[in-house]
């Protein structure tokens, strides 16, 4: 019996959603000889006890949703649950329970469980709040992109062109992380990569252990070419990378790449570059090529 939660430390306006995946490996748990049903639930601080979420008959593979969420998600299979929640909130942040149902050799109806917790993080150095906080300082922008990663070249982004031609020219997006030598004895792992506008929000997300999640804010309509991987080794640099067509003038401004990564004492570490790409109209000569 086996339940996963990715990632496990969210925040609002930065999360691009919350998977919560209840399993059993094999088709067999330990002590059961049959296994009726698998239910995903979560503890309400108020009642103290557990609510149940969806729950999956096991030999009619009904599937009952037994609380609805406005912006969510629901898979499953062969004894397997799977729950995500799009743009989670602080409420999404509590511990989620996967149970298993059944009888033993004897016939004695047995009920196990496990259990995942997910947390919510209201640290003041939140991707929102260091936007607002980079955006009051101009004077700081005077080059392409901005030296916070403090080690200088973990973090890494680059633009196909820091100029592009309103609705004629694509922008390609290109945020990386590297780890270098000196990264070996730390257990610092990296868990999401995020390229966003200044105004419009998330663009393009990744988690570790998750597809690319392109996102459309503020009514855009431009389309959007995505790809990336997280790696677990220091091998190949993870990235994200994402490819803007149709780009208006009200595209124009910083755009940041941010890395999130966590240390073992659950201490979560944000790194980033910003650029700045200017959406200029295309002239006469532009529109006749």
Not at 8 to 35: F, G, K, R
Not at 261 to 273: A, F, G, M, Q
Request: aromatic share 8%.
């Amino acid at each position: 019996l086996v339940i996963n939660v990715q990632p496990d430390i969210i925040s609002a306006e930065i999360t691009a959603q919350l998977v919560i995946n209840c399993s059993i490996t094999n088709n067999q748990v330990q002590h059961l000889d049959v296994i009726r049903s698998l239910t995903l639930s979560r503890y309400d601080q108020t009642i103290r006890d557990f609510i149940a979420l969806i729950t999956l008959d096991s030999s009619t593979f009904n599937l009952k949703q037994l609380t609805k969420f406005s912006n969510s998600q629901v898979s499953f299979g062969n004894l397997y649950l799977a729950l995500t929640l799009h743009y989670p909130t602080q409420f999404d942040a509590k511990v989620y329970r996967c149970s298993v149902n059944g009888n033993n050799a004897n016939g004695t109806d047995i009920s196990l469980s496990a259990k995942k917790g997910v947390e919510y993080e209201t640290n003041s150095t939140a991707l929102i709040e260091e936007i607002r906080r980079l955006k009051k300082e101009e004077d700081t922008y005077k080059c392409s992109f901005k030296k916070s990663d403090p080690q200088g070249s973990r973090v890494h982004f680059f633009a196909s062109s820091e100029i592009i031609k309103e609705r004629i020219e694509p922008l390609t997006l290109n945020c990386s992380f590297q780890v270098l030598e000196e990264d070996e004895n730390e257990t610092a792992t990296l868990q999401a990569l995020y390229i966003l506008h200044e105004i419009n929000g998330v663009i393009a997300t990744i988690n570790k252990g998750q597809s690319v999640l392109t996102t459309i804010h503020g009514g855009h309509s431009n389309s959007r070419n995505a790809k990336g991987e997280i790696f677990d080794n220091e091998l190949k640099d993870s990235y994200l990378q994402v490819t803007l067509s149709n780009l208006q003038f009200s595209e124009s401004g910083k755009y940041f790449c941010e890395a999130h990564t966590k240390r073992s004492e659950r201490r979560v570490e944000r790194l980033n570059k910003m650029l700045t790409i200017s959406v200029l109209s295309p002239t006469f000569e532009d529109l006749t090529k």
